[in-house]
């Protein structure tokens, strides 16, 4: 893995996984409207609207038991084994949506199936990024921490491109009628096809030369009073994850639902700000994950959540006052550029304050408490907000509490030396 063609490979091989749970996730949301249609039909369409939101929502509520019982795994059996179940569970979720009839079909079974393919995914989703972000930390060269990690999130922005490519195919060859009616199952049934190709990829994986150096690996038991000696590590590292979580599922997951129903765009127009987006994102994150190599994680996160606590709502009023696909474009990248900013940092800076003997849990029990409460009902709370306040840029106010969030945990987490003094403490660790 010395070599550059080696670390390539290496991180291509686990974070194939990550881009198949992110492309999953995308489609539900860039569908959400086809979805509520066919699984949650109701006499009022923001009731139904909200429904397949709240769904897609309760996906996020099973990452904090996924990231426990499937952290606790993979810190004791190895990286490797746990990313591999974390792909199968995420699999039989993907089915279960692409295939499910209908309401009409199936009645109330129908929408409760899909559930449960949400809980499946979301399950595996609760360590599926923490996994990632760690195998990726274990295997960085020196120095070079930042922008390995900042691949786990790079793959998730070609899951947007690429299933926002697809939807502007899908948009191009098939009528609205037809979108609504069967067309949005294509995605996920493409993302069924993938499985078997990812599964492959994975099995090549290497163990971390890091875990398998490691003399005790701890029990389930162990890693539950080791994570609640340090709770507050934790709830710290959620509050510092939120502004990744809300931001990252506002410019994305959400823009299709926003440009279509608050702007009027097309859903051409907004499937192609969502792969421009995906583009951008993709470029400043390992940009971004890089540079905090050099100049540490504390500049940028405090840096991007001011920018973002004191833009962020007047960039969405001037949107929403002057709606258009230029518009649009311009005020999601520079949420991009933000997003970008502090993820770079942020993934890294988990895996970096987190007790290495239950790195994995910890890291993925912060994530998944952050996009459980936060980030995850981004789409469903702006759509709640918008209505409830009647006012289109209320989703500049809930990016703008996230971002709040994050600068208090940064300031908290990083004053005087202490993360330099935990990071020492989990070097010792790892190696007594």
């Not at 979805?35 to 429904?51: E, G, H, N, R």
């Not at 060269?141 to 999130?153: A, E, M």
């Not at 510092?240 to 702007?263: D, H, N, R």
């Amino acid at each position: 893995m010395a070599s550059s063609a080696g670390n390539g490979k290496a991180i291509f091989r686990v974070v194939s996984g990550n881009f198949l749970e992110m492309f999953d996730f995308m489609v539900f949301g860039f569908y959400a409207t086809a979805i509520a249609k066919t699984f949650f039909p109701s006499d009022s369409a923001f009731a139904s609207l909200m429904l397949a939101l709240a769904t897609f929502g309760a996906g996020f509520l099973m990452r904090p038991l996924g990231a426990i019982f499937l952290g606790a795994y993979i810190d004791r059996h190895g990286r490797r084994k746990g990313l591999i179940i974390t792909l199968a569970l995420m699999a039989m979720g993907t089915v279960l949506i692409a295939c499910v009839p209908g309401y009409a079909t199936l009645g109330v079974a129908a929408p409760l199936l899909v559930l449960l393919g949400r809980l499946l995914q979301g399950f595996s989703a609760g360590v599926e990024l923490g996994g990632v972000s760690v195998y990726l930390a274990e295997i960085a060269t020196p120095g070079r921490k930042g922008f390995f990690v900042s691949w786990q999130s790079a793959s998730q922005q070609a899951a947007v491109v690429f299933a926002g490519l697809l939807g502007v195919g899908l948009n191009h060859w098939l009528s609205p009628q037809d979108m609504g009616d069967w067309g949005w199952r294509i995605p996920f049934l493409i993302g069924c096809m993938i499985v078997p190709v990812i599964f492959v990829i994975r099995k090549s994986m290497e163990e971390t030369p890091e875990f398998e150096a490691r003399k005790h690996h701890p029990t389930l038991r162990e890693i539950v009073r080791s994570i609640s000696q340090n709770f507050g590590l934790v709830v710290g590292g959620m509050a510092l994850v939120v502004m990744t979580t809300v931001s990252f599922y506002l410019i994305t997951a959400y823009t299709p639902t926003f440009g279509k129903a608050e702007l009027n765009l097309t859903d051409l127009q907004a499937l192609l700000v969502t792969v421009c987006i995906g583009l951008s994102n993709f470029f400043w994150l390992p940009v971004m994950g890089a540079l905090s190599d050099k100049i540490g994680r504390k500049p940028l996160l405090l840096g991007a959540t001011i920018l973002a606590i004191l833009t962020a709502y007047p960039a969405l009023s001037w949107l929403v006052a002057n709606p258009s696909f230029s518009h649009l474009l311009i005020v999601e990248l520079w949420l991009s550029f933000l997003y970008g900013s502090y993820n770079g940092a942020m993934v890294v800076a988990l895996t970096e304050i987190m007790p290495i003997e239950v790195r994995t849990t910890g890291f993925s029990l912060a994530y998944s408490l952050a996009t459980a409460t936060f980030g995850g009902f981004t789409p469903a709370a702006c759509t709640y907000l918008i209505h409830a306040l009647d006012n289109k840029a209320a989703p500049g106010l809930w990016l703008t509490g996230a971002a709040v969030l994050g600068l208090i945990a940064t300031v908290v987490l990083f004053r005087g030396n202490s993360h330099q003094l935990r990071t020492a403490r989990s070097a010792v660790a790892s190696n007594a």
